[in-house]
């Protein structure tokens, strides 16, 4: 895709710290990290989001951060990583390109994941509407 910047980097037109490539998939290093090490996994086929990209394509991404991520924390000296994508804009997804961030984590790094809430909720019935949606396809 022309404007795309994660298309650009596959085809070399602008540059990225890559640390993997093969025929399917990229990686390179976030310009941007969250930590030391943060890495983006990137099928190189241009697919808008993780919920538009092939099944098949999905499972090589994922064996792929399966193969990258003990090489990455042993560089960076960490035993924990979270491995993501963003799904959408009010996800935080800027690029829309498919990606999955590869995160070393470390134990006073400040980064908080988000809380859960202690209000009362109808679980029933949303357990219900997501089987319905889930039954119908959608
Ligand atoms: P997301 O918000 O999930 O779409 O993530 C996009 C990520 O791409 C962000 O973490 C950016 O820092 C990163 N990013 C944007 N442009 C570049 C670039 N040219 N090279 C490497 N990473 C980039
Ligand atoms: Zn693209």
């Not at 943060?38 to 989001?49: C, S, W």
């Amino acid at each position: 895709m022309s404007d795309c910047i994660f298309c650009k980097i596959i085809a070399g037109d602008i540059p990225a710290i890559k640390i993997h490539e093969d025929e399917q998939c990229i990686a390179f290093l976030d310009i941007h990290p969250v930590n030391p090490g943060h890495t983006l996994i990137v099928p190189k086929e241009h697919h808008a989001n993780f919920l538009e990209t092939p099944k098949e394509l999905v499972a090589v991404i994922m064996a792929l951060g399966q193969k990258l991520s003990p090489a990455i924390l042993k560089a960076v000296g960490s035993d924990s990583f979270n491995f993501s994508t963003n799904n959408g804009r009010a996800a935080g997804q800027l690029i829309a390109h498919t990606h999955f961030h590869l995160i070393p984590r470390f134990p006073a790094d400040g980064h908080k994941m988000w809380h859960g809430s202690d209000e009362h909720q109808d679980f029933a019935a949303m357990a219900t509407k997501i089987r319905e949606a889930v039954g119908s396809g959608e």
